[in-house]
């Protein structure tokens, strides 16, 4: 009698294993993610305008307390991966070539894959850790009272004395840094792969350390283009959040390519 055949299951090396890419990559995902976004713009519209309410609705309730407003600003930018989940699905139906809209968008939302909802917990932890540490370090060690936006720049960013401003920064850089490091492919990855929550990370990781000018480069567009969209009243949100989500499929896939099934 002949052996069985062996199962056939997707290679979990083929996920942790980036390719190296060159400089000009990043510009390359902004580009396809463009396209994604002109070719469906419905599903990311509407996570642009969510996340421009909410945004609006964390400056109204936090104007008068800046410390904590600052905080839930770059928390957001922590946990932003995971409001782009749906649109990554998005992107990878387009490039299989199959109708896609809100349905599919939102059916990744469904709590059915235990590795996404773990996933976005760790970010929100994360998120919360940094508004907290954030509103921490301004109360205690900004001399005067900081309430809103021109408090920080007159109490924080132009003090004469002491480096408040440059520690609140060189903090947020060392807090944001493995953040990045861990979630910039790993969402994407969990949402395509068969693979686990700490190989998904490890293999983010992996990309940037592979690859550390491009994955800096694209830290750098990623934190200018969601600032310029929050310094548009917010409402720049609205095609800046979709258009960057895009762009972090195609980031993942141009890093990690699909991967031939194997023994």
Do not use: K
């Amino acid at each position: 009698m002949a052996p069985p055949a062996p199962l056939l299951l997707p290679t979990v090396a083929a996920a942790t294993e980036p390719r190296s890419v060159g400089l000009g990559a990043p510009w390359t995902w902004l580009r396809r993610g463009w396209a994604d976004l002109v070719r469906c713009p419905g599903p990311g519209l509407l996570h642009g305008a969510a996340c421009a309410a909410f945004g609006g609705l964390l400056f109204a309730f936090f104007h008068q307390r800046f410390w904590w407003l600052a905080g839930a600003f770059s928390g957001f930018l922590i946990v932003a991966p995971i409001v782009a989940t749906g649109l990554y699905r998005i992107s990878r139906e387009l490039e299989s070539g199959r109708r896609c809209g809100l349905h599919e968008a939102l059916a990744a939302w469904h709590p059915r894959d235990g590795r996404l909802v773990r996933f976005g917990l760790l970010l929100g932890l994360a998120g919360t850790g940094w508004v907290l540490t954030s509103a921490s370090l301004i109360t205690a060690f900004s001399p005067e009272q900081v309430r809103n936006p021109l408090d920080f720049l007159r109490h924080v960013v132009l003090r004469e004395q002491g480096l408040l401003f440059e520690a609140w920064l060189v903090l947020g850089g060392v807090l944001a840094a493995p953040v990045f490091a861990s979630s910039v492919v790993a969402l994407p990855m969990l949402l395509d792969r068969p693979v686990t929550v700490l190989q998904a990370v490890l293999g983010s990781w992996r990309a940037v350390v592979e690859n550390p000018a491009p994955m800096a480069l694209w830290a750098a567009l990623l934190m200018l283009l969601t600032l310029a969209g929050m310094a548009a009243g917010l409402l720049g949100l609205i095609v800046v959040v979709p258009w960057l989500a895009h762009a972090s499929w195609h980031a993942y896939r141009d890093l990690y390519p699909p991967g031939a099934p194997a023994p």
